[in-house]
């Protein structure tokens, strides 16, 4: 019976720990579009700390909508650094949402 009990608390700890929502590693603010005209320009501008970067996209299991919005908009997000950044200023978000 005490092997059944600890198999079962286990396993509830285990569901309780997947479920759980996990941290983002950044706080920014999506400050509006990149309206610029040049070959390496577009995207959206984010302040993350004191930095100005931009971003093309959003992962697609985001629930937060680009189109039509008032900016700014405040979000915490997890990203990198574009490994094939054109103007050095270009980040990859991994996984964003509405704060």
């Known amino acids: 019976m005490k092997k ?4 079962v608390i286990l396993f509830i700890c285990c569901i309780c720990c997947s479920v759980q929502d996990h941290e983002f590693d950044s706080e ?5 579009i990149d309206n ?3 070959s390496c320009c577009g995207g959206y501008f984010i302040e993350i700390g ?3 970067h931009r ?11 680009l ?11 997890d990203w990198h650094e574009d490994p094939n950044a054109c103007l050095g200023d270009e980040i990859i978000v991994e996984r964003i949402e509405r704060r």
């Open 4 to 7: 059944i009990s600890s198999v």
């Open 28 to 32: 920014g603010i999506i400050t509006g």
């Open 36 to 38: 610029r005209e040049c």
């Open 50 to 52: 004191d930095s100005t």
């Open 55 to 65: 971003f093309e996209t959003i992962p697609s299991n985001s629930n937060l909508r």
């Open 67 to 77: 189109e039509n919005q008032d900016f700014p908009i405040l979000v915490k997000l």
